[in-house]
């Protein structure tokens, strides 16, 4: 059974930083490309930030360079992202993702809110 669980997720003040934990099992977690994505009620999810199954950062969103940091622990089949100089519009629910090819799987999300 594939599970992938999010946790971190909080309420935190302009500024301020967070981590997040995405704890994965049921598939060979070193095979697959992990992503974090975030989706605001009413808006598409976007892609956050990706890291290759060699643990290489490829991408991050504009709005997010320089303030979060993807990485991964293939070891622990856990993916983080590290959250730093946070942002009202970074309020959203943080999902993250496992693909390889054709498979991909989905958390069921963690909250952030950034407010003061």
């Known amino acids: 059974q594939v599970q992938l669980v999010e946790s971190g997720g909080d309420v935190v003040q302009p500024g301020g930083s967070l981590s997040l934990s995405c704890a994965t099992s049921g598939f060979t977690f070193s095979s697959f490309a992990m992503s974090w994505y975030r989706q605001v009620p009413g808006n598409e999810r976007d892609l956050v930030a990706t890291i290759d199954s060699d643990g290489r950062p490829t991408s991050y969103a504009d709005s997010v360079k320089g303030r979060l940091t993807i990485s991964r622990d293939n070891a622990k089949n856990t993916v983080y992202l590290q959250m730093n100089s946070l942002k009202p519009e970074d309020t959203a629910v943080y999902y993250c993702?496992?693909?390889?090819?054709?498979?991909?799987?989905w958390g069921q999300g963690t909250q952030v809110t950034v407010s003061s």
């Open positions: 993702n496992a693909v390889r090819i054709t498979q991909f799987y």
